[in-house]
Nanobody
């Protein structure tokens, strides 16, 4: 079992930055793929970024603005979000799967955090 806890969300003006953290406990997840997703009411959860031993992947909408990273010694993953736009507003979730391959389908991730709200004002 892996428990994930996100933090770092909040309210920021357009053009600003936030750094989300995803702390894992229960077991080490260094060999797991980690994904960040986001969801707004009435819409499906969408892939934002993912990281594994095989590399990183980003949604087109965040390329060049968001950076995913991880610190395996701290069992924590991060999502640095720069140049934020109002359309980035959502609940952001981290997830992981015990396979070292990033996928964009939410249902293929086994463990999820509770989410953290990001609101970008115009």
């Amino acid at each position: 079992q892996v428990q994930l806890v996100e933090s770092g969300g909040g309210l920021v003006q357009a053009g600003g930055s936030l750094r989300l953290s995803c702390a894992a406990s229960g077991r080490t997840f260094s060999s797991y793929a980690v994904g960040w997703f986001r969801q707004v009411p009435g819409k499906e959860r969408e892939f934002v970024a993912g990281i594994s031993w095989s590399g990183v992947s980003y949604a087109d909408s965040v390329k060049g603005r968001f950076t995913i990273s991880r610190n395996n010694a701290k069992n924590t993953a991060y999502l640095q979000m720069n140049s934020l736009k109002p359309e980035d507003s959502a609940v952001y979730y981290c997830a992981c799967r015990p396979v070292a391959v990033v996928v964009t389908t939410p249902t293929l991730y086994e463990y999820w955090g509770q989410g953290t709200q990001v609101t970008v004002s115009s």
